[in-house]
């Protein structure tokens, strides 16, 4: 059973590999529409030291903007959820602020601070900033009636019950806002870069679509796929790692 | 034996009164001496649990008066202990963990835990021992059955020692024999302790086998319309339970419950 769940995934994205091919090859779609993932990753090779380069690039923006996310997110989230007259003041504003295409503010971003990678970094920061405010503050607000009771009739501190049972609890919050944060990070580097870039995966595809290199194109998209899979696994056992007991038993609490 | 919880015409509605029409409580009076154990029955939703936490100070009552130990009640009592059907256990906390939090973080109590922290944890392994959790003390909550959590949760109730332990519903999520075991187990912890009980249970046979005295609560909004001292002797046994005495007690309260959820 294990080694069928863990072979799983692989099958699937081989089988969606061929499927691709084969459709591809059946039609005969012309390369400028779709290549096949075969000529992809033939222009991956070809053009590799460029990907290479600018995957790199990406990479450590989509990190930067990432980190910025999970440091004011986790702050803000535990201000957030720890105070009910603070929650219901900012969540309204964070909706709003979360409803705005990001594509719609790159350019502000560009007169702000110009073209590069500033813009970029602050993209990825505000896309994946919001999963991981709103996780992290209703992993603080779900404390369960009882355990509130008995925490005040203690007289515990609101510092206290913070530390010693909130953020705890929102841990397992925090951790799985992670893993869907990061992969929308690489899409916040990737829009920034696209519309205002001189660097990176973004500007690299623009570049070669306008070129007509369409495999170029095929060949950066599942770069950055890659990229995203890899960083989820990381969190996946970064999660596992550190609230490995909010995936065992279950029923309580 | 002096009155140690006094509630006098106490009326309660949520939200305050105006805004929820009906009260949760109402003109509830009730009286219970120091290391009384007390056991409140009714049917669900009468105020039970409402009844419970004006006692503790929780819920501030809008009418009537309520006093405990002598004093009158405006503020959480920190000489409380609680236990809930639900053991609310912290999953990331190991059960001796657990059952220390109220040392913790108790306005009372914390500068004392940090001075003699070996002593209290003296104290908690020898409770977790008395209701048969010894060898546990290092395991997660979920590690123990259903059974062994409630315990957890009743050692985490006394560890501070209160004097006035609230019990709301602890067994009635547990099976028939888990649920008669720990009878037995927190009729043994009152005695060696004498704190004073309130106990809300669904179950008569439990209200009869550990309770000094029986209230039974109306539909809401609850008052107290009926209560009854249970004169058995202790320690009393699971095999007492089929005494023709403790069958009369069980058979008279519920003729009272049915009078309450007819009326
Ligand atoms: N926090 C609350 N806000 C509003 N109404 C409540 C609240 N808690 C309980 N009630 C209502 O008050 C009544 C008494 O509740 P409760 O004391 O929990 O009853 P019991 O414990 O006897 O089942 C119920 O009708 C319930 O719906
Ligand atoms: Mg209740």
């Keep these: 059973m294990i080694s069928k769940i863990k072979l799983a995934p692989w099958l699937a994205t081989i089988g969606l590999f061929v499927f691709w091919e084969v459709v591809c090859r059946l039609f005969s779609v012309p390369e400028f529409i779709l290549p096949t993932p075969s000529a992809s990753i033939a222009a991956m090779i070809e053009y590799w030291p460029a990907i290479w380069q600018n995957a790199f690039y990406t990479f450590w923006v989509t990190m930067v903007g990432f980190a910025l996310a999970v440091i004011f997110g986790l702050a803000l989230g535990l201000v957030t959820g720890a105070s009910a007259v603070v929650y219901s003041a900012i969540y309204p504003l964070l909706v709003g602020f979360n409803s705005i295409p990001k594509v719609a503010i790159v350019p502000v971003l560009v007169v702000w601070f110009g073209i590069g990678t500033i813009p970029a970094i602050l993209t990825a920061f505000t896309i994946s900033f919001f999963p991981i405010v709103v996780n992290v503050a209703t992993g603080l607000a779900t404390l369960e009636p009882e355990l509130k009771d008995v925490l005040r009739s203690l007289g515990a501190r609101k510092i206290d019950i913070l530390l010693k049972v909130g953020v705890p609890r929102s841990m397992p919050y925090f951790f799985a806002s992670l893993k869907v944060a990061v992969t929308l990070a690489f899409v916040g580097t990737v829009i920034s870069e696209t519309v205002a870039g001189n660097a990176g995966m973004g500007h690299l595809m623009l570049t070669a679509s306008s070129s007509f290199r369409v495999p170029l194109v095929f060949a950066g998209l599942l770069v950055i796929a890659a990229m995203g899979v890899g960083m989820y696994v990381v969190f996946v056992l970064v999660e596992r790692r550190f609230v490995g007991w909010a995936f065992r038993g279950g029923d309580n609490g | ?263």
């Design chain 2, 1 to 263: 034996m002096t009155a140690f919880v006094e509630l006098e015409q106490v009326t309660m509605t949520y939200g305050g009164p105006g805004i929820d029409t009906v009260p949760a409580v109402a003109d509830a009076s009730l009286t219970i001496k120091q290391g009384e154990f007390v056991a409140m029955v009714g049917p669900s939703g009468c105020g039970k649990s409402s009844l419970l936490k004006i006692v503790s100070g929780l819920m501030p009552a809008d009418k009537g008066i309520t006093r405990v130990a002598g004093e009158p009640v405006t503020r959480p009592l920190t000489m409380v202990g609680m236990a809930f059907q639900n053991a609310t256990l912290l999953p990331w906390r190991t059960t001796l963990e657990n059952v220390l939090l109220p040392l913790e973080v108790s306005r009372t109590h914390r500068g004392s835990f940090r001075r003699k922290k070996a002593e209290h944890l003296e104290t908690a392994r020898a409770l977790l021992k008395t209701v048969g959790l010894e060898g546990y003390e290092d395991h997660a909550p979920y590690e123990l059955s259903g059974g062994m959590q409630q315990r957890a949760s009743l050692c985490r109730a006394l560890i501070h020692a209160p004097d006035l332990l609230l019990l709301d519903e602890p067994f009635a999520a547990l099976d028939a024999f888990t649920r008669e075991e720990l009878w037995g187990v927190l009729q043994d912890l009152w005695m060696q302790r004498k704190f004073t009980v309130i106990l809300v249970t669904h179950d008569l046979r439990e209200a009869v086998y550990l309770a000094d005295r029986v209230y039974v609560v109306s539909k809401r909004p609850g008052r107290i319309v009926y209560e009854r001292p249970i004169p058995l002797a202790r320690p009393r046994t699971l095999e007492s339970t089929f005494d023709q005495d403790f069958v009369d007690l069980v058979h008279k309260l519920r003729d009272h419950i049915g009078e309450v959820r007819a009326s």
